[in-house]
């Protein structure tokens, strides 16, 4: 049977990312409290493709992932594992995958002690270069409380605050738990948030945000700081988005720095 | 040329609805203020389909509309007939149609009187039945602050607070604004929200807000206290979310009434 | 510390539902061949509020779903607990739950054998009545391939075709698999989807399309057939969407059927 | 009353980008045939913050666009005009925005000649830097029809085809028609989609799809070799993808090519 993909092109472009993209597929994510966690991805992976290819093997980006069936785990060793097949499978350069999850982790309501999940949007961008070297980025989205420092100052009580999100890629020296990245941010927030929160609970949530009013301006440079005293990240990308309680847009920030450069 | 769809069917279902959906549209929305405005719809347009066809001529429901070009205005004249004309054309006992457009409001901030424009999601749903009859309903997506009762309650100050959506359907029996729906739904709420607000503004709603906190359960009631005074509406279905600004899931409350059973 | 949901309302108007809505949540799901599977699912619990009840406790519900934490199995069993635990922990007299979840299942190409993973998005609802009646609900959207009667008809060679959903609700006298739906409704497709095709295998469902065309209509006609025959379904409601591969909008038909009635 | 915004900021650390984010607002865009048409943007507004301020004035933002109110037009001069005052009102060295809509455009039926309108969703993306150069992206997301080339060569009888989205963004010298754009990707696709076909227009995109077989890769390829031919582009990025009709992922390849380095 003819293989049309394998055939010659003449139009002499290369294409710098060719593959499949949102493939749901389960996976296991490398858990600090638990081992592992179950969860469900959402998989882009992409190869080059040299000028003087027609096509690329698109089922192959499926097999292979299917070689990691009921063991497919996003580890640092197993991504690489993947970018490395993917160029061999497909006769390519560089590979590339985006993997995007929810992650669930268990806290405590602040003083009741009681339990419940929180969830948390997750990104794990990974390339392997033509010189076999591996770029990986990990970006954790994490919700958060605000409250307006402005509209706590001018007002006679209250202040108005909403759920924000905060988006956060970075590049690191060593392992860097998704744990670790969460928890900084919602350290930089007005007050974290939780699923399960009793009346003293929300008393002290409440109360905590008032004592710690923050603009995005304020949550981005808090998480700059930290990020810049850290010498395991080398790279960040981070925005605040707060769907402010008082209009029906956004307030937004945002701050890049490579510490390499 | 042969017409597959013309061709009888044997399986003896009749078919509720077929048609196109999420066509997007240019169209002209009744303005209680300016006349009229031009905005953007997603649309769908089905008909029934009796036993005895193999199939709808899908391209009939996009010609209709497109005779309408310039002109396709959402007023009750031209929905109704324009579920008389998709009937006759497709031969069909029964008609209905479903567009949903974002509607603007200019508003006036509480104290500074700065101007902006706030969007809000609307939707119209026409049905002509086999008799003739056309039932309409009109729906709005409001925008709102909600501010927790309990949370100002327990806590020593402050109080958490969030952007919340209310959703409103209501039959009626004459004409009912969009905008009369928006306002009511706006009154209930802890406070509405606006797109340009100035510092004391900001004060304005923030106290406000704090001054009038509400559950979602509150919300609901008092707008369903409101429909059930209003004669010109016959029947709701009411909803109210909050996007919670402690939480990363939302609270939620539904009241449905059929004023006339 | 007072509880204000606690307090009595004057407003005289119960409400239908009241509770949490969109919780992400990992919990595993009976699983044909593998016994289970875990994915992760977003929930909605609601129950009714009487009149005279200023507020439910929200906290309560995320509790309940969490004293099942690393066992979350949604079975029937399981199910028809958790809203007998609704409405007593919250004192109500309805409970009611939407749980909405990517599912999993290994297909293997029709002529290689090849091995990849499909994934469906899959729902259950459940309610239990005043009179603890448990009514449940299972809902599967199947991707599909349909290819146009009339295009193959009319063209030289080819016929256009496409992604498609079908959607398919079903009430049920005893268990029902959700994988016994998704291949009743694959059966009426032009051609099932795969995760992986090898060459043969795209040939062979080419070829499956093009001598097996079906119009949205008779998508839901033979599935409405089918489950007119299948004594286990009591109650279906179904729709078919056609991505169409010549036009930016959808072509749509819906069926609904009370069987008992 | 105090302005928190203005305080200065001892953290020492600039942001890149601060403002307002999804704000929707009736605008006018113009159009090759008709000067200009009404459609809905969502719209993002950011300048710079210097280290040394607290916070930027997020209203502004919304009253600068509503000095526009009733004549906002997305032209160049325009958007020039508002990124300068962006600069000025808020004190800022940069300003940067971002403006999507729908473009809708007149398209006749290939035989029958019968009209419809297809929409586009396109992006403007505008910059002045520190230095009053303006950089203008424009970018439109045109759907297609993609016909795959290996299915035609290897199948008996029809070929799997399916709706693909091709994105497009350029810079250029002087000013650039989105309907050029459109036009020019639709012209590598197998055939571009209508929103009204006849029975004898459904024949001909039938078949010209089928004489036309296209991988993601040629699309690319194609759009990449038409604009390296055209002077007035001096960088692009472009992706196509293609909503496979036999899987449930997408097929997907990218190019970007900066022609002035």
């Known amino acids: 049977m003819i293989d049309i993909q394998k055939q010659p092109d003449f139009r002499n472009i290369p294409i710098d990312q060719v593959g499949i993209k949102n493939l749901k597929y389960p996976v296991r994510v490398l858990d600090r409290s638990n081992g592992t966690q179950h969860t469900v991805a959402s998989i882009n992976m992409y190869v080059d493709l040299p000028h003087h290819s027609k096509g690329t093997h698109m089922s192959r980006f499926v097999e292979l992932l299917h070689s990691y069936r009921n063991d497919l785990e996003l580890s640092l060793p197993t991504l690489s594992k993947i970018l490395d097949e993917m160029k061999e499978i497909l006769g390519a350069q560089s590979s590339h995958v985006e993997i995007s999850f929810p992650y669930f982790i268990e806290k405590q309501a602040p003083e009741s002690g009681s339990r419940g999940l929180v969830d948390y949007a997750c990104r794990f961008l990974g390339t392997s270069d033509e010189n076999d070297q591996i770029d990986l980025i990990s970006e954790v989205i994490v919700p958060i409380t605000s409250l307006?420092?402005?509209?706590?100052?001018?007002?006679?009580?209250?202040?108005?605050?909403?759920?924000?999100?905060?988006?956060?890629?970075?590049?690191?020296?060593?392992?860097?738990?998704?744990?670790?990245?969460?928890?900084?941010?919602?350290?930089?927030?007005?007050?974290?948030?939780?699923?399960v929160l009793k009346r003293v609970d929300e008393k002290y949530v409440t109360e905590r945000a008032y004592e710690n009013p923050k603009f995005v301006e304020d949550i981005v440079r808090d998480i700059a700081t930290a990020l810049n005293e850290d010498d395991n990240i080398t790279w960040f990308e981070l925005s605040a988005e707060n769907f402010e309680s008082i209009h029906n847009h956004s307030a937004y920030a945002y701050i890049t720095s490579d510490k390499m450069s």
Chains 1, 2, 3, 4 share one sequence.
């Open 148 to 195: 307006c420092p402005c509209s706590k100052e001018i007002s006679l009580h209250g202040a108005h605050n909403q759920r924000g999100e905060v988006k956060l890629a970075t590049r690191f020296r060593k392992f860097n738990w998704i744990e670790d990245m969460i928890e900084l941010v919602e350290g930089a927030a007005s007050c974290e948030i939780y699923s």
